[in-house]
């Protein structure tokens, strides 16, 4: 057996002691870099808020409570649209996201409209129709049962209306 010098040795264990060090240096400034939890008292820019000072970054940042209760459905579209932006959930600043949770009451809809955005929708009460029409007018739309999702696609128009008996979320 080939025994290892203890120059190579100590060489080995730098490199380790550098390979850790460098690990835990890179780590710990991803964390710094991993958020931008947005301050609505700071000046908003193009991307968002400016970043709330990290030591002052709390859980509660990440944690939206807004769709917690569902809205009347009583306006002429029988549906209610309750937004969440970077202003009232922090967390969502510079993502490029936001979040909605639309209530359609029997009969609702959510008329034709675009984003800048994709849209990912997921039915969880109710059976609604919902569609996209893309830039060659062609549609594309399913009936969509509980546990369905659906993404329309950024800039298509696209709809979704309340085809079941019940109120649809």
């Known amino acids: 057996p080939q025994s290892i010098s203890s120059t190579k040795l100590n060489k080995m264990r730098s490199f380790v002691v550098l390979f850790i060090f ?69 967390a969502l600043n510079g993502l490029g996201i936001s979040m909605a949770r639309l209530d359609f009451g029997v009969g609702g809809a959510i008329p034709i409209h675009t984003h800048r955005t994709s849209e990912v929708l997921i039915l969880v009460k109710g059976s609604i129709i919902a569609g996209f029409i893309d830039t060659n007018n062609t549609a594309y739309y399913k009936t969509l049962q509980v546990g369905d999702v659906m993404i329309f696609p950024e800039g298509m128009l696209h709809f979704q209306v309340n085809v079941g008996d019940t109120p649809a979320l």
Not at 38 to 63: E, H, M, N, Q
Not at 74 to 87: G, M
């Open 22 to 90: 460098s690990l835990f240096v890179s780590l710990s400034h991803a964390i710094e870099l991993d958020f931008c939890v947005g301050d609505p008292s700071l000046p908003r820019g193009p991307a968002g808020y400016s970043c709330k000072d990290p030591s002052k970054v709390t859980l509660d940042d990440f944690i939206y409570t807004g769709f917690r209760v569902g809205r009347p459905t009583t306006n002429t579209f029988k549906n209610n649209v309750n937004l969440a932006f970077s202003d009232a959930y922090p």
